[in-house]
């Protein structure tokens, strides 16, 4: 008996301190929400398993028009913060936020980034000017700041000093991260820069535009065919074909979360193609450097 005694006792302190042999390891990540996927990669290499990532708009929706739903809502009200990044579905969501979780930490992770505007103003084949500004003048800004590498690096930036105000415990594994992150940021930046270095000046047809930080960062021009949601019209469509084929594009991109319709018209009428890019895709870093090699094949 004395020896059954023993054994219960040993299986009672195994029971109870295995868990606790792992650390950190077991403990629950701190709760986050993001608005986009590209942001959860960025929180997840500068958090790694001390955070607990949710999304709210997820792969395949559109962050112009997403709404979300009563138990995403109801998720974020036990979050200890929301990274924000200016994406137009956000303004509706900050206003619940507020309504019901006062406390959260809202971290504006575009703080510093300097924003593009479209302009509306049209040349003599109807198709819409963008350009970069100091001042809105009433414009909405172009929110897809994670299209250039150089301002995610800013994000980045703004992401690890949020950790490390929610747990400054652990701020040299953040800031460790950190520099992990910026650096791939950079040999990233570098390969697509040499890369689409022989075709500086060449125009990318999208069908959102989505991509003009990408276009303006390596020297390319984004030809939008739709600009703020609207679908072009039979004339503004006749407009982009002759211009396409002045331009002697044989490609239009397209993304998945809009219609192909007006760009498979396009391509149909000059001969060209259309080839799927995803400014939206998880991992990041893969994913710019295929949007490149896309790009690439469509302006030779």
Do not use: C
């Amino acid at each position: 008996m004395k020896k059954i005694g023993t054994v219960v006792v040993l299986l009672f302190v195994l029971i109870v301190w295995l868990p606790l042999a792992g650390g950190q390891a077991v403990q629950p990540g701190i709760p986050l929400f993001v608005s986009i996927v590209p942001q959860a990669f960025f929180l997840e290499r500068l958090g790694g398993n001390r955070v607990d990532v949710t999304v709210l708009i997820g792969e395949g929706q559109s962050p112009h028009s997403y709404e979300p739903t009563p138990k995403q809502m109801a998720k974020l009200a036990a979050a200890r913060a929301f990274f924000s990044i200016g994406v137009p579905a956000e303004k509706g969501v900050m206003r619940k936020i507020r309504q019901i979780h006062r406390n959260l930490l809202i971290v504006e992770t575009h703080r510093g980034v300097p924003f593009r505007y479209l302009d509306e103003r049209h040349d003599d084949h109807g198709q819409g000017h963008e350009k970069r500004s100091a001042v809105q003048g009433g414009k909405e800004p172009d929110p897809h700041i994670w299209m250039d590498p150089k301002l995610v690096k800013i994000q980045a930036r703004n992401i690890q000093m949020a950790l490390q105000q929610l747990d400054p415990l652990h701020r040299q594994e953040y800031e460790a991260n950190l520099k992990a992150f910026l650096a791939d940021l950079d040999r990233v930046d570098a390969r697509i820069a040499r890369s689409l270095a022989p075709f500086r000046g060449g125009r990318m047809y999208v069908y959102h535009p989505a991509f003009g930080y990408f276009a303006e960062a390596y020297g390319l021009k984004q030809i939008p065919i739709e600009v703020e949601g609207k679908q072009p019209s039979a004339r503004q469509l006749a407009d982009l074909i002759d211009r396409a084929k002045r331009d002697k594009v044989k490609v239009m991109f397209v993304q998945p979360q809009f219609s192909r319709k007006g760009a498979e018209i396009i391509a149909k009428a000059i001969g060209g193609v259309v080839v799927p890019i995803n400014p939206l895709a998880p991992d990041y870093l893969e994913n710019m450097e295929k949007i490149a090699i896309e790009v690439e094949k469509g302006l030779r």
